[in-house]
């Protein structure tokens, strides 16, 4: 299996704050960039940050539930500049503040679709070019949340519990490719999207910080890069309890919506 390191990346959710932190690690001399977002002038910003540290930048303005367009998109890209590296960042969170409503069905499938299906509609084309290659890299961004659900935000945790299945499920079939699978569970980080989540946030890191911990499991081809230790820990032992338990304990911790007063 060739290891090098990357030369050409591909960021999918790079106008956001995990996105646009891990496009800054990358950003170098010599590197060659695709940077996908929807909203322009942020996914720009990233772009120009990038440029200003020497690197190559193509930008893509694109919704990653379209699928046909994403992949014309990106073998386009592949065709020009064989990607080395894929990052399937891009997603979106819905979430509850008390527990007198559900979520509505058409919140629920656009979590769905953006997270589980808009993934898949990323790393499929790639997948295809570097198994032609015989070589390359691809990362998934889960979440922690894809180790318990959480009452407060269902539709995301199913999205992200989703996309943990489907990386167990492709990394032999990737590794037999010759292709690395690292799948990525971040805790808390600030981001819109943590901002606007109405509970506590244990542990709580700042995107550099985030990204610069995701490069390091990047480069060493890490098949699971989860932090922090003591949440992924955490959640782990919380699954070898009584489910009762554990939704108590969830409970305790605040990671579940306020009963309405
Ligand atoms: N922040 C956390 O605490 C945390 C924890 C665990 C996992 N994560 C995961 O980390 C990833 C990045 O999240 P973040 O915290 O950086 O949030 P963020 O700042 O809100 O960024 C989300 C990114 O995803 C893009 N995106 C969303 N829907 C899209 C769509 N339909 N098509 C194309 N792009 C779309 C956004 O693009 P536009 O803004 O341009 O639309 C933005 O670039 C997500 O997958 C998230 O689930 C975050």
Redesign the pocket.
């Known amino acids: 299996m060739k290891r090098t390191l990357p030369g050409v990346v591909v960021i ?9 932190a891990l496009a800054g690690v990358y950003a170098a001399p010599g590197m060659c960039m695709a940077l ?4 322009k002038m ?2 720009e910003a990233t772009a120009s940050n990038c440029r200003a540290k020497g690197a190559d930048v193509f930008v893509c ?5 379209d699928a046909p367009a994403l992949r014309a998109w990106l073998e386009a890209f592949d065709t020009q500049h064989p990607v080395d590296l894929l990052m399937a ?5 819905n979430v509850l503040d008390d527990l007198s409503h559900w979520e509505t069905p058409v919140a629920t499938e656009e979590v769905i ?3 589980l299906f ?1 993934t898949i509609n990323t790393v499929m084309p790639i997948a295809e070019r570097m198994r032609m290659r015989g070589h390359g890299h691809i990362a998934i ?5 894809a180790l318990r659900g959480m009452a407060i935000s269902p539709a ?1 945790c199913a999205s ?1 519990s989703a996309l943990h299945a489907w990386g167990q499920a492709i990394r032999p079939l990737l590794g037999a490719m010759g292709i690395s699978l690292t799948m990525i ?10 901002d606007a ?1 109405p509970a506590s ?1 244990p542990f ?1 890191m700042d ?1 550099a910080k985030a990204a610069a911990q995701m490069r390091r499991g990047l480069d060493a081809r890490k098949a699971t890069i989860a932090f922090p230790v003591i949440l992924w820990v955490g959640l782990k032992l919380l699954n070898a309890l009584p489910d009762p338990w554990a939704d108590s304990v969830m409970s305790f911790l605040q990671l579940s919506p306020k009963k309405r007063p």
């Open positions: 999918t959710g790079a106008s956001g704050a995990i996105g646009s996908q977002g929807r909203d942020r996914l303005e694109m919704d990653v539930r960042d891009a997603g979106i969170a679709n953006t997270n808009g961004v889960s979440s922690l949340a995301y992200k569970y971040p805790g808390f980080v600030k981001s819109n999207m943590s989540f946030k709580l995107a």
